[in-house]
């Protein structure tokens, strides 16, 4: 509605969006394969990173409602999609991680119960955003304004998934390092 594009183009930037997570998620999955015992490692700093650049590439995707159809949208929404994918698979690998620390034979259980809570986000996620959307059109009078704050708002959220990650990641290394202590 912002850039002024069909339903049909609209659905092209989705397309464009998920070519991004794909490459990112083939960018983790190599990186990984080349890490070694350092996997752990480099899945933080992929979830950490990820988030990041999710929120500055939202925040690009914000200003490209301001600046208007000259702004390089396809490219901001590959970039955003691109950081998903980055953030997506190492959170994915992380769980997967975690899953098999603990009690043995409840791994399944946690993987089903982190499945169950990543869906119910995704759909909540879903729908505070179109709700969002429109509490801020009929605020603003307008698409533009209501857009951007909305998509500043969830680069924000990102940024702050990337603060709750790191503590997370500092978490399991101080868990490391008392195993290792005792």
Request: aromatic share 8%.
């Amino acid at each position: 509605l912002v850039f002024g594009m069909t339903p049909g183009q609209s659905t092209q930037l989705g397309g464009m969006q998920h070519s991004g997570v794909l490459v990112g998620m083939i960018l983790v999955a190599l990186a990984g394969y080349f890490a070694g015992k350092r996997e752990t490692l480099l899945l933080q700093r992929c979830m950490i990173g990820g988030c990041i650049a999710s929120g500055i590439a939202m925040a690009a995707v914000a200003a490209g409602g301001i600046v208007g159809p000259q702004w390089p949208i396809r490219s901001a929404v590959f970039v955003l999609g691109v950081a998903n994918g980055i953030f997506s698979i190492a959170a994915i690998g992380s769980m997967m991680a975690m899953a098999r620390s603990g009690h043995e034979s409840r791994e399944g259980v946690r993987m089903g119960l982190w499945g169950a809570a990543q869906a119910l986000a995704f759909a909540l996620g879903g729908l505070t955003g179109t709700l969002a959307v429109d509490v801020a059109r009929w605020a603003f009078g307008s698409p533009t304004p209501a857009y951007t704050s909305v998509f500043l708002g969830e680069a924000a959220l990102f940024i702050l998934a990337a603060l709750l990650a790191s503590f997370v990641a500092r978490g399991e290394e101080q868990e490391k390092d008392a195993q290792t202590f005792e």
